[in-house]
């Protein structure tokens, strides 16, 4: 069953277990038992940090797993102290200091109470060749530490080789209910990818999601599955068989969950802000009103990432979504790859057919004033671009169309105008 398989490996592991290793594996509990009641964790970190080399994480990973601090609280911490290991060698008083009348944290914090835990999670990374990125190391995701990004985790568990810091990086989310028509859009959409060095996040789930990394399997694009849940299983069981292609495939498989956690509702939510924090874009392709793809849209908004999405027929229930978060100015409408690159103003490394842009377009009007304050102040409101004017709003907003057709400006989220 998933969850017995769960309890000691990942559901990656291909190879079959050594009966052996297994006896020698329960003496050697048997050890960590002895040890873990007549000495203290630091004997245990220091049995794991000989046997890896790898760097010791029980304080950061400690820091992650305290009960009654979220991400948000994690970062603020960490402004406050040099690091992590300070935070637990603190004293009652130092604690009360910085955490006022929250006794069970402090508490939390003197008992050491998640070390068990974390031991735990030390193994179980070692064993499976799971890599722990902290938010300090050059590894980690570093879109995640921008300033606007204050909720992001301060731990993140990675498996398979992916660079989370490529050059280029797009979600690409939607609704599990995916129709033909969506399946088909987020084909032709990643059908454009190709080539053009970008890599592919989404949530690793049925729909969109899926067809999102199938997309990048076939056009020979990394990808990553962001999960709800640890990497000791996969939800839903049915995508264990594409997981396994895009690590094979040089993608990778990200989480902030530990293993042995039961997978709850409010956890896909919290997951979509860190598929938004790490893609320089996310791209909506199919959505209702409600859901986790919204959810995320609404994410990326906040982090100021720019935001797209496949418009599709009025009255189609998971295109609802998409054209409501267009019409309300969230999301910049687009047709293909090519108007993800023209909005991103990225330069695509492969030939298009197609015209080519004017390179001088001639300005007519109240144009040319317009663009001339666009230029000089890079993201700003049509309110802004009046007060720098004599202009009415009506020939202001005649002007910005005009400017949009001829390729000079766009429009952001939030009717914000930037000069190309």
């Given at each position: 069953m998933e969850m017995a398989l769960?309890?000691?490996?990942?559901?990656?592991?291909?190879?079959?277990?050594?009966?052996?290793?297994?006896?020698l594996e329960t003496l050697f509990l048997w050890g960590f038992h002895f040890l873990r009641i007549f000495a203290p964790s630091k004997s245990i970190r220091l049995i794991i940090q000989d046997s890896t080399q790898m760097k010791d994480y029980t304080y950061e990973m400690a820091l992650s797993m305290l009960p009654g601090v979220g991400s948000h609280s994690a970062r603020q911490i960490l402004d406050i102290v040099d690091s992590a290991e300070t935070l637990f060698h603190m004293s009652a008083s130092e604690l009360r200091h910085l955490f006022g009348n929250h006794d069970a944290i402090i508490k939390a914090i003197l008992n050491r109470s998640m070390f068990p835990d974390v031991e735990e999670e030390l193994r179980f990374v070692e064993k499976n060749h799971i890599e722990i990125l902290y938010y300090t190391d050059a590894a980690y995701p570093q879109r995640m530490n921008r300033s606007e990004c204050v909720d992001t985790p301060i731990l993140l568990y990675r498996m398979g080789n992916a660079d989370l810091n490529a050059q280029r990086i797009v979600s690409v989310v939607g609704t599990r209910r995916a129709t033909e028509y969506g399946k088909e859009m987020t084909r032709k959409l990643i059908d454009g990818f190709r080539g053009e060095g970008i890599t592919v996040i989404s949530g690793l789930a049925l729909g969109i999601d899926a067809a999102a990394h199938e997309g990048a399997l076939a056009n020979q694009l990394p990808t990553i599955g962001v999960l709800a849940h640890g990497l000791d299983q996969l939800y839903p069981p049915s995508n264990r068989p594409l997981a396994k292609r895009m690590l094979a495939q040089g993608g990778g498989l990200v989480t902030e969950i530990k293993s042995r956690t039961s997978i709850l509702p409010g956890m896909f939510p919290a997951r979509n802000r860190i598929i938004a924090a790490m893609s320089d874009a996310t791209i909506v392709v199919e959505a209702s009103r409600k859901g986790g793809a919204l959810i995320t849209a609404n994410i990326a908004n906040g982090y100021h990432r720019d935001l797209f999405a496949f418009p599709g027929r009025v009255g189609d229930k998971y295109s609802e979504g998409c054209n409501g978060i267009i019409a309300a100015c969230k999301a910049i409408m687009i047709r293909d790859a090519k108007d993800v690159f023209f909005n991103m103003s990225w330069a695509q490394h492969t030939k298009h057919e197609g015209t080519q842009a004017t390179l001088f377009p001639k300005l007519q009007g109240d144009e040319a004033a317009v663009l001339s304050i666009i230029r000089e102040h890079p993201d700003i409101s049509v309110d802004q671009i009046q007060s720098y004017c004599d202009l009415s709003l009506p020939k202001i907003a005649t002007?910005?169309?005009?400017?949009?057709?001829?390729?000079?400006?766009r429009c952001l989220p939030g009717k914000i105008y930037k000069a190309l």
């Open positions: 769960s309890q000691h490996s990942s559901p990656f592991t291909t190879s079959p277990p050594d009966l052996l290793f297994v006896g002007a910005l169309l005009s400017l949009e057709l001829k390729n000079c400006c």
